[in-house]
């Protein structure tokens, strides 16, 4: 299993046990889904319910919860365009040097890359939901949740130059 590290912060971003596409070879997107969590009790892990417990609403105490967010404790934290762009700047100059340091040879592909997802992120900006690691670290990882194109399946992209994988 393969655990996905935020290089600045070190926190936890996810893990191969969810289903993971590279993009453009600049970023992650991994695929999630709502569950459904009751303190104390069995996690609804996405199941198809049967008939007869579909209208079922939710149990008292139970809540849905992303489950990318929810296994990785990620933080939900909220920007305006402006103030997206000026951490976009910082962390994109973070990464940048952390890869100078440990990868120099992706720091070419990680500025072209990352410039040309960046536009697209900021032309999008009001479909995105923001998220920290746990440590919510200012300098961190932030991860952009959205939803496909069916507008009901939600994903996380993650900066796949501001991660490292950690064999478990």
Sequence with gaps: MLLYEDILSGDEMFSDAFPIKEVDNIVYEVDCQLI??????DIDI???PSAEDAEDALEEGATQVNNVAHSFRLQSTSFDKKSFLT???GYMKAVKAKLQDTNPGA??????????????????????EFYTGEKMDPDGM??????REDGVTPYFTFWKHGLKQVKL
């Design 107 to 128: 720091v070419e592909e990680f500025e072209k890359g990352a410039q040309a997802f960046a536009k697209k992120l900021v032309a999008n900006f009001k479909d995105y």
């Design 87 to 89: 951490y976009l700047k």
């Design 36 to 41: 459904t969590v009751k303190a104390g009790a």
């Design 142 to 147: 932030v991860a952009l949740l959205n939803y």
């Design 46 to 48: 996405g199941a198809n």
